[in-house]
């Protein structure tokens, strides 16, 4: 009964080291392939900021569909940029539009700084790529 035991939780100890090895290797995949993960604080607010950049002007739900996470945790990054004077909003009926503040002390470097980040993300590249930014014409086959 007691060598069953120690099995048990022989087999448990393996089972999370094998977790966290996969883990481990899951996030430096993600390093290598962005490789811009937590460079503003968090994963949200760089890849928020990166999407900000390369659409120049959008909206949190915008963001929220393109990066496929929940709205509340863009507009808490997008508060927080804005917070720091990175970013700008303005209101547009009910919708709050966001863009990169011209007026950030170091605007030129950051701009620079995302189009270079944003050339090495490929995968959201292929995303805004797809994304309709204009409604389709009335009567338009589709």
Do not use: W
């Not at 915008?62 to 804005?82: F, M, Q, T």
């Amino acid at each position: 009964m007691q060598m069953n035991k120690r099995l048990i939780r022989y087999s448990e100890h393996i089972y999370r080291k094998a977790e966290c090895i996969f883990r481990k290797r899951r996030y430096n995949e993600r390093m290598d392939s962005v490789g811009n993960v937590e460079l503003f604080g968090t994963t949200t607010r760089t890849s928020t900021l990166l999407v900000i950049q390369m659409l120049g002007e959008t909206h949190g739900a915008e963001i929220a569909r393109i990066l496929g996470r929940s709205p509340s945790r863009i507009k808490d990054s997008v508060d927080s940029l804005e917070r720091a004077g990175i970013i700008i909003s303005n209101e547009v009926g009910k919708t709050r539009r966001v863009r990169l503040n011209p007026r950030f002390a170091a605007s030129e470097e950051l701009r620079a700084l995302l189009a270079k980040l944003g050339m090495m993300d490929l995968e959201l590249q292929k995303q805004l790529a797809t994304i309709r930014r204009r409604p389709r014409r009335a009567g338009k086959a589709i």
